[in-house]
């Protein structure tokens, strides 16, 4: 088990790394005023034009779906350094190299089960980037950490499935660039546990899909929005059956192990980034007649973050290592794990950056508010930190 990272990829992570230090960072703050300007009006959720002008020049340098190993040649364990980085800015650099969650899972789902018709109809414009997508699992009234949970009914009918449901947090719905949504639902109730579900692909325009509200995250209001929907008689045609029917479970696995790799390495490029910020911040700030960083409990605090993104990335690095070998199947136990350790850490590491900030981390000044609160969620998405606990002490116990 080897991390050295191979000549191609140590190449994309300087090159990503240039991008990010050169036109990313210094875009952020024009960014944010833009959107600050459309606060509370429906061009919210409108996207900001500097966007658009780094997608063209992170094409320029070659730095486009290196995520899809099909198209970029780069293994999940080269990736992931890439992914690394983009974290340091994940509103903003994820999209630009059109890495960004859901469409990257969406893509890969489509890549893996979608017919040359979807391909070319949704598939390709997504890897232009010209479009966005939605993944619609999660649903108010059930615990939807269990995907067999799901009650949105998706009934065949002649040459048509009509479909009947409520979603929510369903990513990215608020932008309308966002054209295509993965919806997943029942097709048949009393088949077995894990062959009662189905996906389908429904378009924005469907009459029946009506997006009721935009969810704010702890207040905050993302680009691309995390919306709830109404689905009353949706109707699309058969051909829209994504992969086979009764195989929604499979589906919605196969799209979350690589998934899994590139939301930790942003995480841990999230928390690279606060440590940067706590270093430099405990070397500015005077308290009690000395700079922070030559009080005892900062010194703690900037070890202890040091040592817990080193014991994060090397966990994930043996996940991706692990894929890339024996699939994401020959990675159950790491894959889960992973989810678990390293929101934790980031959650913890970003907390202790904003404690070294004091009031000054509460506000915009700095991106620790938002870092703390994606850092949270990510306790939720793709499953909460239990399901993946009790994942992983399942396979622990059944070695015995």
């Not at 992914?83 to 890549?111: F, K, R, Y």
Request: charge should be negative; glycine fraction near 8%.
């Amino acid at each position: 088990m080897d991390f050295e990272p191979s000549a191609v990829a140590a190449d994309y992570t300087k090159r990503m790394r240039a991008f990010v230090d050169e036109e990313v960072l210094p875009a952020e703050a024009g960014y944010e005023a833009w959107r600050a300007e459309r606060r509370g009006t429906p061009q919210e959720w409108d996207l900001p034009p500097v966007v658009e002008e780094l997608k063209t020049k992170a094409r320029e340098r070659g730095l486009w779906n290196l995520f899809l190993p099909s198209l970029s040649g780069l293994s999940n364990l080269e990736y992931a350094a890439v992914a690394e980085v983009s974290g340091w800015s994940p509103v903003i650099a994820p999209e630009a190299i059109n890495c960004q969650a859901p469409d990257t899972g969406n893509m890969e789902t489509l890549h893996l089960f979608g017919t040359p018709e979807q391909k070319q109809q949704w598939l390709d414009p997504l890897l232009e980037g010209e479009i966005r997508s939605a993944f619609a699992m999660t649903e108010p009234q059930v615990a939807s950490s269990d995907a067999t949970n799901v009650e949105t009914r998706i009934e065949r009918v002649g040459d048509e499935y009509v479909i009947n449901g409520r979603k929510w947090w369903i990513s990215g719905a608020a932008d309308t660039r966002c054209q295509i949504f993965i919806v997943m639902g029942k097709t048949d109730p009393d088949a077995a546990k894990h062959r009662q579900q189905s996906m389908v692909l429904v378009p924005r325009d469907t009459p029946g899909l009506e997006i009721i509200r935009h969810l704010p995250t702890f207040g905050y209001q993302d680009q691309h929005g995390h919306s709830e929907l109404r689905l009353t008689d949706v109707r699309v045609p058969v051909a829209n059956l994504l992969g086979e029917e009764g195989g929604g479970f499979a589906v919605s696995q196969a799209r979350l192990g690589p998934g899994r790799i590139h939301h930790c390495m942003r995480l841990i490029g999230m928390a690279e980034r606060a440590v940067d910020l706590m270093v430099k911040r405990a070397q500015e700030r005077v308290a009690f007649g000395k700079p922070l960083a030559e009080q005892g409990v900062v010194r703690e605090q900037i070890a202890l973050s040091r040592m817990e993104i080193e014991q994060a990335r090397l966990l994930v690095l043996k996940t991706a290592w692990l894929i890339d070998k024996y699939t994401a199947k020959g990675a159950a136990s790491e894959i889960a794990s992973i989810k678990v350790v390293v929101p934790r850490m980031a959650c913890t590491v970003i907390d202790r950056a904003m404690q070294v900030h004091g009031g000054a981390a509460m506000s915009d000044d700095t991106p620790l508010a938002y870092f703390y609160t994606w850092a949270r969620a990510l306790r939720f998405a793709d499953g909460p930190d239990e399901v993946h606990i009790r994942s992983v002490a399942r396979q622990e116990l059944g070695r015995h």
